[in-house]
């Protein structure tokens, strides 16, 4: 059965910083895909990135970037320069490539708080 | 972007109540999904639906639960009768094709507050 792991609970980092976090998956599966989720103060959940398995290539959208580490199971966040409205909780996730499974499996998210 | 909007955002009922969560996803996609958060916690999976039809569900997706999309209305999500651990908030998503890589569009949620 698929798994996502966030063993960081929160982070809080001065702002312009870099910040990683940190997130482990479980499947049997040799196609997948890995998504990062962000859910403002407000709970309003937004996807920010997403690494297909297949790809070699670590995913990078605008500040965001992802540290895909295949042998390790591991698909990190990385943030650089961050600002004071990152602070959120952010939310690994994990689909799936196999038959009709549509189903994304969440992690337990990681509260980021951004200082001045 | 899309919008996925969900009405009401706050809903608070009588534990043995039936309650209706409404839904209105983005108007071109077909899979359909909802989520459960308790105390801004992990987002459990509960179901996924296509064509009509329940997909896939959770063991959270308990007998008391039931979804639907008459004739591309509202997709609901129905609890009857809630109990008190039904208390969270509930996410809707949807995603155009399902396809594996496809990212899913969340509402704001409702908050379900079961007394």
């Known amino acids: 059965a698929q798994k996502v792991t966030q063993t960081q609970t929160s982070i809080s980092v001065v702002e312009k910083t870099t910040v990683t976090m940190d997130c482990v998956y479980e499947?049997?599966?040799?196609?997948?895909?890995l998504f990062w989720y962000k859910q403002t103060a407000s709970g309003e959940i937004v996807f920010l990135i997403r690494q297909d398995s297949y790809k070699k290539e670590n995913a990078t959208v605008g500040h965001y970037s992802l540290n895909f580490q295949k042998p390790k199971s591991s698909i990190g966040l990385i943030i650089t320069a961050t600002q004071i409205e990152d602070s959120a909780v952010y939310f690994c996730?994990?689909?799936?490539?196999?038959?009709?499974?549509?189903?994304?499996?969440f992690g337990t998210g990681t509260r980021l708080q951004v200082l001045p | 972007g899309p919008k996925v909007l969900q009405i009401p955002s706050h809903q608070i009922i009588d534990m043995g109540q039936m309650v209706t969560l409404n839904c209105d996803p983005v108007?071109?996609?077909?899979?359909f999904y909802w989520y459960k958060q308790i105390l801004g916690q992990q987002m459990e999976f509960l179901v996924n639906f296509y064509n009509g039809k329940v997909m896939e569900k959770s063991k959270l997706f308990k007998d008391q639960f039931s979804v639907e999309r008459p004739d591309g209305s509202y997709f609901t999500l129905k609890i009857q009768p809630t109990a008190l651990e039904d208390s969270a908030v509930y996410f809707c998503a949807s995603s155009p094709q399902g396809a594996s890589a496809e990212t899913l569009y969340f509402g704001s949620g409702t908050r379900l507050t079961v007394l």
């Open positions: 996730a994990m689909r799936e490539g196999r038959g009709n499974t549509n189903k994304v499996v």
């Open positions: 499947t049997r599966d040799s196609s997948y895909f």
């Open positions: 108007s071109n996609h077909l899979y």
